[in-house]
């Protein structure tokens, strides 16, 4: 099956069978449970929810479907069509909308489209409002609007530049520096949305951009992961074109990643400390990522006399404890930055301004601005286990076995060691335990690893 029931929203790959893959008919179904819950939820008679996709091919069928879904129950539409992630979520408040829906398999490859929910507030919904949103769906328990209330779409086109418009007028983001600087930048926009809005980004900043797989048709050239064994062909770009930096985002333009002058990945895991380390500079505060991010950002953010802490893995988990801690900035380690001065949500666009404005103010090399960062390396693996092993019982016996190290068990179980960590999670659609880990070097980050896989299968008896 490829189709992926979860509180976030539903995914799947395009075609096949009802109820097995994201066909039509489990478009419209999931588009009319979430309509229905909005409705409920809100209790007002007029509704109004911001609808974006992303560039992938079945995009516009996609989005067709959920958009005269949502007329059907009598909800108003504010159609960005071509969009991304962020942009959505930035246009949901300013529009004073009941919710959102954006169309996109995030970094998935192109046979994969979604529909991800956001709440009033431009937000990922929580998990108890993606459950009743299931249950509807389950259900049917769908009502329809009469001829005389069905909604009306209204077309707006400009919001990727409005957006633009909100990370340029953010106070620590100096697009006089940035111009000064003169960069040079070779983008990757994996021929989706990103393609378009980086560019433009680039442009008013005053950055020669130069373009690689920036034309939104939905034909990705690579792997759409935004990961070091997918990007050869930037990297050799940006050693050819001489640039100062490459920039790449996924095709919803919420995961950003960066490459060096010399070619090498400035890594994943360290856009948002390097983002982390200007915000802070700047605005003294907390910071928040998830269990499996580097602990990079942990001590940068002790440099600056502030507080560090970790959350389950999940972008509304990210989010919630943003807000608890007043945290000034946070994400997670795959390239998500989330700068809550504009809104809760990762936006590599606000990534990219405050990235070129803190390279500016530092007149370095981008090679130079990451050896200033405290080193780390991870090492990410899984263990297949037969489904009659208990998976919760292996992860209860090795909380016992490390009963005297810093444990944390918000989100299956992380060990913290004076030198390295740890991080074991389990799956919740097969079963597999998926362990990450960090250390001082890569081989100590896979030692690690081996080690604690191998307790894993004695516990297990495999």
């Known amino acids: 099956m490829t189709l992926i029931k979860s509180i976030s929203g539903i995914r799947g790959t395009i075609g096949g069978k009802v109820g097995d893959n994201l066909t039509p008919v489990d478009a419209v179904k999931f588009a009319s ?6 409705k409920n939820y809100i209790g007002k008679d007029k509704i109004t929810v911001v609808v974006g996709r992303d560039a992938r091919i079945s995009g516009p069928m996609i989005h067709n479907l959920v958009v005269n879904t949502l007329i059907g129950l009598g909800i108003d539409v504010i159609d960005l069509g071509l969009s991304t992630t962020p942009t959505v979520e930035v246009a949901v408040p300013l529009e004073k909308a009941e919710g959102g829906i954006i169309l996109t398999a995030s970094h ?12 009033e507030k431009g937000e ?11 249950e509807i769906a389950d259900a049917e328990a769908f ?10 779409i209204l077309i707006n086109d400009a919001y990727m530049d409005i957006h633009i418009d909100e990370v340029l007028n953010l106070p620590l983001v100096d697009v006089d520096v940035v111009k000064a600087a003169k960069f040079k930048v070779v983008v990757d926009g994996v021929n989706s949305s990103g393609g378009i809005i980086i560019p433009r980004l680039l442009e008013l900043m005053g950055v020669e951009v130069v373009k690689l797989y920036c034309e939104p048709n939905g034909h990705f050239p690579h792997n759409p992961e935004p990961l070091k064994e997918h990007l050869t062909d930037i990297s050799e770009l940006v050693v050819k074109e001489k640039a100062d930096l490459g920039i790449v985002v996924d095709p919803d333009v919420d995961r950003l990643a960066f490459i060096c002058e010399d070619g090498e990945m400035f890594g994943e895991e360290y856009t948002l400390v390097a983002c982390a380390d200007y915000v802070l500079s ?9 269990m499996s991010s580097s602990r990079a950002l942990r001590d940068v953010t002790n440099a600056h006399n502030g507080s560090y802490e970790a959350s389950a893995v999940g972008e509304v988990n990210v989010v ?5 801690n007043n945290a000034v900035i946070g994400g997670e380690g795959n390239g998500g930055i989330i700068y809550p001065e504009l809104h809760y949500g990762r936006d590599s666009l606000v990534g990219v301004a405050l990235f070129l404005t803190h390279l500016a103010n530092k007149k370095m ?8 960062y405290p080193e780390y390396y991870m090492s990410k693996n899984k263990i297949e286990l037969t489904p009659q092993i208990d998976v919760d019982a292996i992860l209860v016996a090795m909380t016992e076995k490390y009963k005297n190290e810093d444990i944390t068990t918000i989100d299956g179980v992380k060990i913290d060691f004076a030198e390295n960590w740890v991080h074991l999670r389990k799956s919740n659609t097969e079963p597999i335990i998926r362990i990450y880990t960090e250390a001082a070097s890569q081989e100590k980050a896979d030692t690690l690893a081996l080690r604690i896989i191998d307790e894993i299968k004695a516990i297990a008896g495999i």
């Open 33 to 38: 449970a979430y309509g229905t819950w909005l």
């Open 108 to 119: 998935n490859p192109k046979q994969w489209n979604a529909l991800k929910l956001l709440n």
């Open 124 to 134: 990922f919904l929580n998990g108890e409002e993606g459950l009743k949103i299931l």
């Open 143 to 152: 009502d329809f609007s009469d001829v005389d209330d069905l909604g009306v």
């Open 282 to 290: 700047k605005t003294p505060g907390n910071t928040v990522s998830n």
């Open 320 to 324: 919630e404890l943003m807000k608890k």
């Open 365 to 372: 090399t981008v090679s130079a601005l990451r050896a200033s």
